[in-house]
């Protein structure tokens, strides 16, 4: 769990020359107008009876993360953006303490919300990344922050890192919930925009995602 969660730490420290403006909300937004307009979502969604898409208006989510991400103000650091465990492997031998993690497929780097890596790890806790199943409790979480923490102090002093409100274990407890919540209902609207071929199958899968994590994330959420 150190090793873990000081490499990240270290990882999101990069200073990398690359653009850092975040268009993470913009696309998703872009993307739900795109799938209108590629397909006939409504009508798939009645002929289909994909009953969470039938009672949710999936518009009002979109709003409502929005708004989330916005008062959260989560940090944008140089994410790795698939810290997930199938991109980490563990050395069998030659390793030593602090040094037995490779973390491996930088493709999707680059700069954006520190809570995106957040989700990515904790999403893929215990089992598959894509199988429906609700966040780590917060005493699982709770460690890898504080050894998060530990690992930024190392690299900005203590005085520094702490005196900025957002850096505190609390706060990043809300931080991968509300990025959870996020990536549950981007990845319904990527399919959603999917070529007609894989429309059908695409679509009902995250549904059935976004209507167990909808209910379970929202009520716990807390931004004050």
Request: proline share 4%; aromatic share 10%.
């Amino acid at each position: 769990m150190k090793e873990l969660a000081q490499k990240l730490a270290r990882f999101h420290a990069l200073k990398v020359p690359l653009s850092k403006k975040n268009n993470l909300l913009k696309n998703l937004v872009d993307s739900y107008s795109l799938a209108y307009q590629k397909h006939p979502i409504d009508k798939e969604i009645r002929d289909f009876k994909l009953e969470t898409l039938l009672s949710t208006d999936l518009k009002k989510e979109l709003d409502y993360i929005e708004k989330l991400m916005i008062e959260l103000d989560s940090p944008v650091v140089f994410a790795h953006n698939d810290y997930r465990n199938s991109n980490l492997l563990v050395k069998d031998e030659g390793g030593t303490e602090g040094d037995m993690i490779v973390v491996v497929d930088f493709e999707f780097a680059n700069f954006t919300y520190r809570g995106t890596d957040f989700s990515w790890l904790f999403n893929a806790w215990g089992g598959s990344t894509f199988k429906a199943k609700p966040l780590p409790d917060d005493k699982v979480m709770r460690p890898f922050f504080e050894e998060y923490i530990q690992g930024n102090i190392k690299i900005y002093g203590k005085e520094k890192y702490l005196s900025d409100e957002r850096n505190t274990v609390e706060r990043m407890l809300v931080e991968v919930k509300v990025f959870h919540l996020f990536m549950m209902i981007s990845g319904t609207v990527m399919c959603m925009k999917a070529d007609e071929e894989k429309g059908v199958d695409s679509i009902s899968r995250p549904n059935i995602m976004v209507s167990e994590h909808n209910r379970s994330i929202k009520p716990i959420i807390n931004c004050n």
